[in-house]
């Protein structure tokens, strides 16, 4: 049975290699494998455990999924959504994601960048009410989709 919980320091490695795995195809897509989800450190995944809303999806004792979300200024900010390969198309991006967003209920709003190359998240993201906002250049060949969503406490 697969649970959405809050992540917790012991969980940081599992979430960081989930991570790494999942944001290879992209890394690969791209042939740029310093892209921040490929160059994160465990260090980096801690401290957001310890001082931002993470949450993992687990199926019995394994994590099998994360996502983070970073309030700054009344925005949520989505960041390094993952679900391991053998999990996908099950919903659980769709389950952290709604986790994430139902632990921000005062947030006006959500905030999202994800890789224009990675055609499939850009329509996951839409399909979950989030709109582009713009498209940035940000290496040469990498292009930036960002995005985002009223909360439903901005009458989203």
Known sequence: MTTILRAEPADA???LGIQKRAFAAE??????WSIPPMAETLASV????????????????RVIGSIRGVLSGGVCSIH???VD????????GSALLTAVEQAHPAATGFALTTNAAMEENVRFYLRHGYRVEARVRYAETIT?????????????
């Open 13 to 15: 490695e599992a979430i």
């Open 27 to 32: 890394a690969q897509a791209v042939q740029d």
């Open 46 to 61: 801690l401290e957001h455990i310890r001082s931002a809303c993470v949450f993992k999806a687990v199926d019995g004792d």
């Open 80 to 82: 390094r959504l993952s």
């Open 85 to 92: 390969e053998a999990y996908r198309g099950r919903g659980l």
């Open 144 to 156: 930036l989709v960002e995005m985002s969503k009223l909360s439903q406490a901005a009458g989203a």
